[in-house]
């Protein structure tokens, strides 16, 4: 995960990190699950503050129509015209 030291101020500020306890000040330490965490934190936010989830519907669209492209790469035209009637 790329995450700029900008990226992780930001999430310090609107309290969706904190650094470990025992880190020192100028140079703090920081648990993964808790910069996992604190990106899926953020883009709750983000979510809720846009009022829509249109993104995130789009990019569902985006892998669903991959993942038939590659079952119908798999399949001759005929199964594949097959399997999308039924």
């Known amino acids: 995960m790329n995450v700029t030291p900008g990226t ?3 999430w310090r500020t609107a309290g969706y990190l904190t650094p470990m306890p ?21 883009w709750q936010a983000a979510i809720t503050a846009s009022g829509t989830d ?7 669209a985006d892998v669903l129509g991959a993942a038939l492209e590659r079952e119908r790469d ?11 009637a039924a």
């Open 8 to 10: 992780i101020t930001h």
């Open 54 to 60: 249109h993104q995130i519907r789009r990019r569902a």
């Open 74 to 84: 798999d399949l001759t035209a005929t199964e594949f015209i097959r399997r999308r």
């Open 22 to 42: 025992f880190s020192p000040p100028r140079r703090p330490f920081y648990d993964w699950d808790n910069v996992v965490a604190a990106e899926y934190r953020a």
